[in-house]
């Protein structure tokens, strides 16, 4: 397998697509504009992030592979990486693709730059949902910085009504079953992953698909899979958009058909007696114990939702005096049970993602988008948050992508400094289960 940061010595600035170089530069300076680098001529700019080599005891110099896959043009990429492939394809469920683009198509460079922004454009004005497209675009650069582009097949991505199929050549570098927890990352193309994370498109953490898998789960979607075709050497990641309903078992199934069918004979069971006088207590005795069924049946599933829930009812007792928690039992808990079933980690060292609801999610989607905002947009988003509910540090972390130690020094001491924000346990500073609350107050002066 060829590695990234190969010098090919024959491969000059003509080979490279200056339009291509522009928008980098471009997205770079937006998230960088006082990097010294923006200052650089082209070739240096591109030495620096790694586009660019030099062979010190030759003196010779040329694009580097990952340089070349960035940012020049597929006929070029080809003749080093004869299997070198790119495609995007979308249907409405029958064979015909209603939209095809590939990277032979010559109507565009052809390179994986353009590639992902191409798609992510696509994935921005088809899914209404900020959070949603942002874990796809997460799944996407993953494939880009992950594939071995000298393997078969090419890289593809295929939308349905239905669900979105990433595939690519190579096999994971880490086992199949830790890419949803893992914290170190296993590069197979470091250079291409930091020309990306230059851009803050992605990290060196290992973590994207973990955020990925709690994303989904948030949205009630069935659990990322990922299979490896070992035969052909390939990665495919399966995003299904269909709801993951909770497992019935047969006795609960029995007895929720039994509670439907009585339900809906009720009124003819009562209009077969109602004419029959001597039966009129057998009525009144039949009405109760309906009641009484009935009311059994909803405490029997009240116990298993409030079994189900329990290991969350810690993280609950700050917000007691919310309406939206009543006599301990929280009514959007209950509609997370999906996530419950899934939780693999030490939960003292994750968010609970059950406490981090859509709208949450999507007021702090451009914090997440941008890795660079003014202190004043990312005050105001993160006062949006806390006019919803009370957040724990890490769970601003999590929201906005940032680390905890940054955005408590950063913006959180200065809300609390200014009085726009307090403290849940202000005596406690260090209080296992402090919150920042919005300040109230602030607004009535």
């Known amino acids: 397998m060829l590695q990234d940061n190969l010098i090919l010595e024959h491969y000059g600035l003509n080979e490279l697509n200056f339009d291509t170089i522009k928008s980098y530069r471009d997205r770079f300076a937006e998230v960088k504009p006082a990097h010294p680098w923006n200052a650089l001529e082209t070739k240096e700019f591109l030495y620096k992030v790694g586009a660019w080599g030099k062979v010190r005891d030759t ?34 469920g029958n064979e015909e693709w209603t939209e095809r683009f590939t990277s032979q198509d010559g109507t565009w460079s052809g390179n994986i730059f353009d590639f992902y922004f191409h798609i992510h454009e696509i994935v921005r004005n088809s899914e209404p949902q900020p959070s949603i497209a942002s874990s796809l675009t997460e799944v996407l650069i993953n494939m880009l910085i992950h594939a071995d582009y000298n393997g078969e097949g090419g890289v593809i991505l295929e939308k349905q009504p239905s669900h979105y199929v990433f595939s690519n050549p190579g096999l994971l570098l880490v086992p199949t079953d830790s890419v949803f927890s893992n914290t170190v990352s296993q590069l197979r193309n470091p250079n291409i992953v930091k020309l990306f994370s230059l851009l803050g498109l992605c990290e060196r953490s290992g973590s994207g698909l973990k955020k990925v898998k709690q994303n989904w789960s948030l949205h009630h979607y069935k659990t990322p899979a990922i299979d490896q075709d070992v035969s052909m050497h390939r990665t495919v990641v399966t995003l299904s958009l269909s709801t993951q309903e909770r497992q019935v078992s047969s006795s609960e199934k029995d007895t929720y058909h039994t509670s439907a069918t009585d339900s809906g004979n009720n009124f003819k069971d009562v209009e077969k007696y109602q004419n029959t006088p001597e039966n009129n207590v057998e009525i009144d005795s039949y009405n109760k114990n309906k009641y009484s069924y009935n009311k ?31 006599n301990g039992v929280n009514s959007y808990i209950n509609n997370r049970n999906s996530y419950n079933n899934e939780q693999e980690e030490d939960s003292s060292n994750l968010v609970n993602v059950e406490n981090i609801d859509t709208k949450l999610w999507d007021i702090a989607a451009l914090a997440r988008e941008k890795k660079r905002l003014s202190p ?24 906005l992508e940032r680390t905890p130690d940054g955005v408590r020094n950063n913006y959180l001491t200065k809300l609390l400094r200014k009085g726009q924000l307090q403290l849940k346990y202000p005596n406690q500073p260090n209080h296992p289960k402090q919150a920042y609350l919005f300040n109230k107050k602030d607004i009535e002066k």
């Not at 947009?377 to 009370?390: A, D, G, R, V």
């Open 59 to 92: 003196h010779k110099e040329g694009v580097t592979l990952a340089g070349l896959l960035l940012f020049s043009e597929e006929r070029i990429i080809t003749e080093v990486l004869p299997q070198y492939f790119l495609e995007y394809r979308e249907s409405k």
């Open 376 to 399: 004043n947009q990312m005050e105001h988003i993160i006062l949006e948050l806390c006019k919803e509910k009370p957040l724990m540090l890490k769970e601003f972390a999590y929201l």
């Open 296 to 326: 059994g049946l909803i405490e029997e599933f009240k116990s298993y939702n409030n079994d189900v829930n329990s290991f969350n009812k810690e993280d609950n007792y700050y917000n007691n005096d919310s309406n939206l928690y009543n």
